[in-house]
């Protein structure tokens, strides 16, 4: 599938920065998009409410002034997340100002989300929408979304289990949308290995945490550096939805990772913490499969020519091989 108009010429990398709650600002969207790759941020990140007009105005009028001096670099749209629950009561409202400014790309989360559909589709906008199954997926396709973001086994925070080599491939069956791969990609031949899939786009989130201008603790920063895999713990507790999150912060937290409780998911609640004391995100930190990768936090133009390099250095490779 051809990529969204919006996208097909304006992208360095095929890679969304994945938006991340409370750490996606204006300062990481914009150094995103500037480097050519699709920033994001949740528009729940932006409070109060009225701060998401601000934030909208800022970012266009940044990257419209850098597209201006600089005509020769592809800037990326950037894309405001919208989360499509009944615990979120300013929805309709975020999107009011979202279709004012005539966002480009709306990311869309949990319900299907034909209303935001609508009011996209309105001026000309994309909807992507994220899934962990295919029983989501197909829900979403009937109420239009432009693209499914396949959000499978290994990616931060709420994460399915599916292997994307059973997801990606079931989807791409039926589904003739744009589709986006997620789980564990913090390199540039992850990305690769996504298109190899079948995937049109690499959803990355994690690794964008360990960046300069992500609003993130350092010491968030730091953990991410200094643990892999083996330290991921999923659960549904802090949020009422499965995700993957930091062992040493839920130790920290005072909890024990390896006995956790199970959460009732109508109990919902992405700004507190489910049913403890810390708070989700903010004390709990989210995080993918793939932080073994990761050993620094440059900024965001230095690791994006580096993922360059990596794509295409796997790019060539994976050539290489299909020869011989």
Known sequence: MPLPASLANSLELPVVGSPLFIVSGPELVIAQCKAGIVG?????????VEKLDEWLSRIENEL??????????????YAVNQICHSSNDRLMKD???????????????????IEIVQAAHSY???????????KHAQKAAEHGV???ILVCAGAGGHAGTLSPFALLREVKQWFKGTVL???????GWGIASALALGADMAYMGTRFIATQEANADPAYKAALIDHAAHDIVYSNLFTGVHGNYLGPSIVAAGLDPANLPQSDKSKMNFGSGGNTKAKAWRDIWGSGQGIGQIADAPPVAELVDRLRCEFADASDEFLQRARA
Do not use: W
Not at 40 to 48: M, Q, V
């Open 95 to 113: 999107m009011e100002t979202c279709v004012k400014h005539q966002v480009p790309v709306i990311i869309t989360s949990l319900r299907p989300p």
């Open 64 to 77: 419209g002034e850098y597209k201006a001096l600089h005509p020769e670099k592809k800037v990326a749209p």
């Open 124 to 134: 000309g906008g994309v909807v992507f929408h994220d899934v962990i199954n295919v």
């Open 146 to 148: 432009d693209g499914l």
């Open 40 to 48: 994001s941020f949740p528009a729940l990140n932006a409070r109060p």
């Open 181 to 187: 791969l997620s789980g564990a990609i913090s390199d």
